[in-house]
């Protein structure tokens, strides 16, 4: 072999070991984007990924990987994630002639009160969550803040605004009417079903058959029998529905002797 063919052989032997490990380092790039998801996604706790038997289990699948640190997981990897979720949401915007934006209020387990925000394209996208700290959830804080959140997005693409039928919204949607002519804003329908139901529930017929079921249901509170949710109108269609597909079961255990028995005492 010539000295110039020595060389050039050298030369293509450097470039594949770059190329080696450019593919390494792809790949442990790809695989730590694709374990952060899963913990997003799950909500597990961060610090999992320094168990020392989540890493005998990642080493066993391809010893030659090491895992991310927690710190990763909660700054670097997280930040290229939301980058990426944000991304892909405008894209999703941008790609659909028209939306609909939806929010909600409610206490989260802190107790802090929180408003959040959806939008479909038909597919669902949560767009935000909003902590509103001390501000009341007056007509004219969610009008504002709804204000934000349109010009966000783009006022050109949303068709519509859809929240709960709260007395609060409504002053909203006043006020937002003025400044959006072109969007409509409506109450949510299921909600309006929701409070329809609840209002038949307290006629006395209805509670004449309602109340003994719940009575029933919660002596075998134990028991795998649904009972009903103050806020979910089918919940109460659930309840009757346990109840009777238990009917037998139920005529049997109050026939039984011991039963009796324990009744009277």
């Not at 320094?50 to 990897?77: D, G, M």
Request: glycine letters at 2%; charged letters at 20%.
């Amino acid at each position: 072999m010539t000295h110039k063919e020595q060389e050039s052989f050298d030369i293509n032997d450097d470039n594949t070991d770059d190329n080696t490990e450019d593919n390494v380092s792809n790949e442990k790039e790809e695989i730590d984007t694709a374990i952060a998801r899963v913990f997003y996604a799950s909500g597990i706790p961060l610090a999992t990924i320094e168990n020392p038997f989540v890493i005998q289990a990642l080493h066993k699948i391809n010893p030659e990987y090491h895992p991310s640190s927690r710190k990763s997981l909660l700054t670097t990897l997280l930040e290229k994630e939301y980058k990426q979720v944000s991304a892909d949401m405008k894209k999703q915007i941008k790609n659909s002639n028209y939306i609909c934006l939806t929010s909600n209020g409610w206490t989260n387990i802190h107790q802090q009160p929180i408003i959040n925000f959806m939008i479909t394209t038909p597919q669902p996208i949560f767009w935000k969550a909003l902590e509103s700290k001390e501000n009341s959830h007056t007509g004219e804080y969610i009008a504002e803040q709804f204000d934000i959140v349109i010009k966000e997005i783009s006022i050109s693409k949303i068709a519509a605004v859809i929240t709960d039928n709260a007395s609060n919204m409504k002053k909203a949607y006043s006020i937002l009417q003025k400044d959006y002519p072109n969007i409509i804003f409506l109450g949510c329908f299921a909600h309006n079903i929701n409070l329809l139901i609840k209002s038949v529930i307290e006629l006395a017929l209805i509670k004449e058959t309602i109340t003994p079921v719940q009575e029933i249901i919660k002596f075998f509170k134990r028991h795998h029998i649904e009972n009903a949710l103050i806020t979910r109108w089918s919940s109460h269609y659930i309840c009757l529905q346990s109840f009777l597909a238990s009917k037998k079961a139920l005529q049997n255990v109050v026939f039984e002797e011991c039963f009796m028995i324990d009744l009277q005492s």
